[in-house]
Structure formats: C-alpha cells, structure tokens
T-cell receptor, first 115, second 113 residues
C-alpha cells in the first residue's frame, strides 16, 4: 500500500548524541515535510523540501538538519545543538509543491526521548 | 503521539450524539482551512477542508462551518461513534502554501459508549 513510513517509532538518545529519523514515501510526492509536535501545541514546521536536492528551513530549524537525495526519502537528523529534542516528530508529504491539494499525508511519527 | 492529548481541551460526548469542535484561527487573511484527526499514537489524517469563499461544506458525517467575521471554524460530527475518539485540530493557510500551514493546538474528543 502507498504511504509514508517513519522509523524508528521510539528512540532514546543520550545528551550530546546526534540521531537520525527516517522517512520514506512511495506516493510519488514531490514535497516532504518534518514537523515537531509537543503536548498542548500545534504542529511546528522544522524543514521542508519541494524537490530533490533542495530543502528549506521551517519555523524551528535550529538544531536540525535534513537531506533530500532521493524523491522517496527525507531523513531528519536531530543534532546535539537542539536544546530540547524530546518530542514527537512527524513526517508528511504532499503531491504538489507550493499548491495546496488539501491533503498532507502523515507518517505514524517517531517519538524521541533524550535521557 | 500518545501524549498529544494531554493539556488539551476535551469534549466528552455520548455515542450517537452529535459533536461540535471549535477552532479560532489567527490570520484574518487566511483563505484555506483544514481539519485533521489524530488518533493516539498515529499521525494526523485529513478529514475535510474549506475555502474562504464558502461558509459550509459537508462530507460523510462531518460538516465544517466557517465564520470569517469572527475568525471561527467548527467541525460537526453527526452520530458520533467510538472510532471518532481522537484529537482534532484545524489548520489555516494563505494562498495555498502547504509550507505555511498554521496548526491549532487541538481538542480531544472522548466518546462515551
């Protein structure tokens, strides 16, 4: 079935370590996004990519990095520079770049906990 | 995620009743609005959308109402079922920019059997 796959679902990290969250989609979508979700807050955009080999910072990009080497993949690295990395991370994709189709397809999320 | 429902306003309804979930949006210039449903431990799912040139739009068991005068959006769910239990949140944007979506904090809908 077509969809977005995020892994791992749960991840624990020690302070000072970088971790990479995987996001793969087989929907043939051009645009992909990373959001952070914290309790009691709306989703906040970390990074987005509208096309392969190009990505843009979102509202809270500091301490994060991404790459978009393949259309299907948009991994997110949470670096040690991110001061408060414990959160639920959501990857999404959409079929058009910059034009809203009305539907972002989300993955199941990855919960990162810093010990 | 599992803890998304914490600290959120909660609407508790009986199975079979109608539910109304409200959302106040922030930008009077926003012209496109979406409702999402997020079940515990899962990613959000698109429910229904509405453009600013409309006041009402209906889907299957759901209706979205838009009041631009007071910047208010509501989601009505008819004959609420246990499977409707989830966090519901609205999103707004201007000009169709997917990367400019502003998400609300959400409401937890709890359906009592």
């Amino acid at each position: 079935d077509g969809g977005i796959t995020q892994s791992p679902k749960y991840l624990f990290r020690k302070e000072g370590q970088n971790v990479t969250l995987s996001c793969e989609q087989n929907l043939n979508h051009d645009a992909m996004y990373w959001y952070r979700q914290d309790p009691g807050q709306g989703l906040r955009l970390i990074y987005y990519s509208q096309i392969v080999n190009d990505f843009q910072k979102g509202d809270i990009a500091e301490g994060y990095s991404v790459s978009r080497e393949k259309k299907e993949s948009f991994p997110l690295t949470v670096t040690s520079a991110q001061k408060n990395p414990t959160a639920f991370y959501l990857c999404a994709s959409s079929g058009w770049t910059g034009v809203l189709t009305g539907e972002l397809f989300f993955g199941e999320g990855s919960r990162l906990t810093v010990l | 995620g599992e803890s998304v429902g914490l600290h959120l306003p909660t609407l508790s309804v009986q199975e079979g009743d109608n539910s109304i979930i409200n959302c106040a949006y922030s930008n009077s210039a926003s012209d496109y609005f979406i409702w999402y449903k997020q079940e515990s431990g899962k990613g959000p799912q698109f429910i229904i959308d509405i453009r600013s040139n409309m006041d009402k739009r209906q889907g299957q068991r759901v209706t979205v109402l838009l009041n631009k005068t007071v910047k208010h959006l509501s989601l009505q769910i008819a004959a609420t079922q246990p499977g409707d239990s989830a966090v519901y949140f609205c999103a707004e944007t201007l000009g169709g920019a997917t990367n400019k979506l502003i998400f609300g904090t959400g409401t937890l809908l709890a359906v009592q059997p």
